[in-house]
């Protein structure tokens, strides 16, 4: 780890990735394990769908008002400290702030005012009271992705992961008791009790990132604070004008805030399209909210995983933008590389086991129809692989490139999804298949513009053939070793054989995955030294 400016902690790419990656698992974990339970306290599948409807239209107008400008605040916050001008990065940020606050303000009022109609128009009209509920969260997360963007800028992951972690704990709990107490009332007030546990989760989190940013500021106030010349030749930061500033954040959280708000309006297309196309197939109302439900649990699930490759993208566009920043575009393209080989370490193994334990794990978290997440179980690896270019074209400026690719993906993903999912043999199905094309698309556009316009030209398939056969001799023990132990176990029950079974079988991959890809030269010394150098004095690793 390296001192920026006032003694603020630096991580290396892989560090800042175990250490977002530690806590975006946990979150996540949390939240599947809070799935069966509100799918209980709900009465199914349908009634949870309810609930998810709400979140997924918030999470829309979330995505508009916080994913551009925490992105654009890490970026200049990191290209403004590599160039030496710490209060130019702070001044950045704290204008960023009060822009975010705005934009929470408003988009906050205009979600309130309209969540009856919007409920209505989503087919769940017992939707609007967690929407209302759940509507001032956005000026919440606003603040609260400032915060985060600034702290990531400083290339600290740390902030951020420990108030994930906090977040979800306090999500959960006060979810949980709300929607007890309250789903007496009826659905619409379970799902306003659900939604209640989001807002208290996020103030939680936001008085963490408080006080991080007290602690780092308190720091550069007692370190040189003095404005240095810049590597590039920029100005000392009182030459700035507010419109400068504006000028630089606007650059960069447009593209960005537009291409998350495409790709989450695929999302909301699901809510409006999916259902109606199963009731044309031919299904009843009830179980086509039920299945609709079951493919939004299937995709939380695939969150799970996906959360990793998000945490590698946030740790990897401030290094990039860094070394861009400072024409080191040598040790950029190197850096790209690299995180497409950390991305499929993870991604591979993962996208493998939910194919192959798809049933054991649905039947741990009460899900019904596991084989839809059979069926869209390797679009972990794409999603990871478009996720990750665009994090990349974004640290070098390719901003409305990659905006533009995504929203091909989306249009084609809303396409297919009317289609397909209309022709009743195919039903819910026919998501999984836009799904994929929706990945597969963007993803070799990507990689064109990245190669002809900037030069950077990313292996593939080179990085990911060590992890599948890790991948794959982590099945050969794991697998038997299930069966064996669900039918030693089974006097203990159904559920229970299963539980146990599962999490034995899911240990015993884990170390065999590592194991091999070590043996093979897949995990490199480098990768376990910037995490815990005594882990990597401890397994004796040789330098590559």
Known sequence: MKKKPGGITAQSMAKGFAVLSAASIGVKILSLLFVPVIRKLMGGSAGYQVYTSANQIYAFVYVIATAGLPVAISKTVTEFMSMGNPSAARR???????????????????????????????????????????????????????????????????????????????????????????????????VAGASFGTVAGSVAALGIVIYYYTRSSNHMAAGNNAPAASKAGTLPAQDYDTKYYLRLLAKYSIPITLSAAIQ??????????????????????????????????????????????????????????????????????????????????????????????????YGVLDFDRPFI??????????????H?????????????????????????????????IGIPALNIYGAVISTYVSYLVPMVMNAF?????????????????????????MLLPSFPAYFLLRRLLSFAGAYV????????????????????????????????????????RKLKMKDD
């Not at 290339?155 to 008791?177: C, D, F, G, R, Y």
């Not at 950077?456 to 990085?463: A, E, F, K, T, Y």
Request: charge should be positive.
């Open 264 to 361: 989450y309006g695929g999302t909301i297309i699901d809510v409006f399209i999916v259902k109606s196309r199963l009731l044309h197939a031919g299904f009843a109302e009830n179980e086509a909210a039920a299945m609709h439900g079951d493919l939004s649990a299937a995709r939380q699930l695939i969150n799970v995983p996906t959360a990793l490759v998000t945490a590698l993208c946030v740790s990897v566009l401030p290094i990039i933008a860094g070394l861009y920043a400072e024409r080191r575009v040598a040790e950029a393209k190197q850096k790209a590389q690299d995180s497409f080989r950390l991305c499929f370490l993870a991604a591979v193994p993962c996208s493998i086991a939910l194919m192959v334990y798809a049933v054991q794990i």
């Open 92 to 190: 950045s940020f704290r204008l960023a702030r009060t822009v975010l606050a705005g934009i929470g303000i408003v988009l906050t009022a205009v979600l309130v005012l309209l969540a009856k109609p919007i409920a209505r128009a989503s087919g769940y009209s017992e939707a609007w009271l967690g929407i209302v509920v759940i509507a001032p969260n956005i000026l919440i997360c606003s603040v609260l992705s400032a915060y985060r963007g600034y702290l990531q800028g400083l290339k600290n992951m740390t902030p951020t992961a420990t108030s994930q972690i906090v977040e979800q704990i306090v999500h959960l709990l006060v979810a949980i008791a709300a929607v007890f107490i309250l789903r007496g009332r009826g659905l619409a007030w379970a």
């Open 388 to 420: 990750l270019q665009s994090s990349i074209m974004q640290s070098v400026n390719l901003l409305y490139q990659s905006t533009f690719f995504v929203g091909v993906g989306v249009l084609l993903k809303a396409l297919l999804n009317y289609i397909l």
């Open 497 to 536: 054989s299963n539980l146990i079974a599962f999490g034995i079988a899911a240990l015993i991959a884990v170390v065999v995955y590592f194991v091999v890809l070590r043996f093979i030269g897949g995990l490199k010394k480098e990768d376990v030294e910037s995490i815990s150098p005594r882990l990597a």
């Open 373 to 386: 997440m059979t069926a869209m179980a390797m679009s972990v690896l794409f999603m990871g692989i478009v």
């Open 449 to 473: 513009a990245l190669r002809k316009i900037k030069g950077i030209s990313i292996r593939l398939l080179d990085p990911m053939v060590r992890p599948v056969i890790a991948s794959t001799a």
